[in-house]
């Protein structure tokens, strides 16, 4: 079967720098997104890694390694309206060619 | 902007009536997604498509269908709404190309007595 996993929750403290994994399970897939989700809000789209390596966006990067299965998000100089849920996505490469969600990381921030 | 937009923002409905749920897209984007969100589950797909006229069944199609008549709208059907199916429905658009960035809607919270 095609999975992702992510842990459930992860807490960090306001300036500081977490890392939210996504381990997955798929024959082949075209890339990893990363989506951000805001309680009562729609989720919104933060990156893509095609290849392998760093992609940097301000002060998120997402990173992937296929050889490794697995990928991540890096948030920088957390700030308190980062709080939120983060979801990987990869759009698998299948008769089905469907976008698979990770179930999603609550991140919590303390001041 | 790209704009996706849902008929409700909220919704009730009884148990055994038929339930449309509405949503247009203004980017002229190929691929319509529609997905479930319960707490703990994450986004579970229901059904999407690729085109006018064409549907694909996503994780969780049971006791659900769609209709896709035109490019920009995708409606999702509840043939016979159960307790089971109170969530919140969330739909998406995107281009057929990577990033295959997905557009969402806000969202229809319903509930079913």
């Known amino acids: 079967g095609q999975s992702l996993e992510q842990p459930s929750e992860v807490t960090a403290v306001e300036g500081a720098i977490v890392q939210i994994n996504c381990t997955y399970q798929t024959s082949g897939f075209y890339g990893l997104s990363w989506y951000q989700q805001h309680d009562g809000g729609a989720p919104t789209f933060l990156s893509y890694n095609g290849l392998d390596g760093l992609e940097e966006t301000g002060r998120f990067s997402s990173f992937l390694s296929r050889s490794d299965s697995y990928g991540y998000l890096l948030l920088q100089e957390l700030q308190m309206k980062d709080s939120a849920s983060y979801f990987c996505a990869v759009k698998a490469m299948n008769r089905d060619d469907k976008i698979i969600f990770g179930k999603g990381t609550r991140l919590h921030i303390l001041p | 902007d790209v704009k996706v937009t849902q008929s409700s923002r909220y919704l009730v409905k009884r148990t055994g009536e038929k339930v449309f749920l509405e949503c247009v897209q203004d980017?002229?984007?190929?691929?319509m997604f529609w997905y479930r969100q319960d707490p703990g589950l994450g986004l579970r797909l229901i059904y999407f498509?690729?085109?006018?006229?064409?549907?694909e069944k996503g994780d969780i199609p049971e006791g659900y269908s769609v209709s896709r008549e035109k490019k920009e709208r995708f409606s999702l059907i509840l043939e016979s709404a159960s307790t089971n199916q109170t969530s919140m429905y969330l739909c998406?658009?995107?281009?057929?190309?990577?990033?295959?960035?997905?557009?969402f809607g806000p969202g229809t919270r319903l509930t079913v007595t």
């Open positions: 980017m002229d984007h190929e691929n």
């Open positions: 998406a658009s995107s281009w057929d190309s990577v990033p295959y960035e997905q557009y």
């Open positions: 498509s690729y085109d006018v006229k064409m549907k």
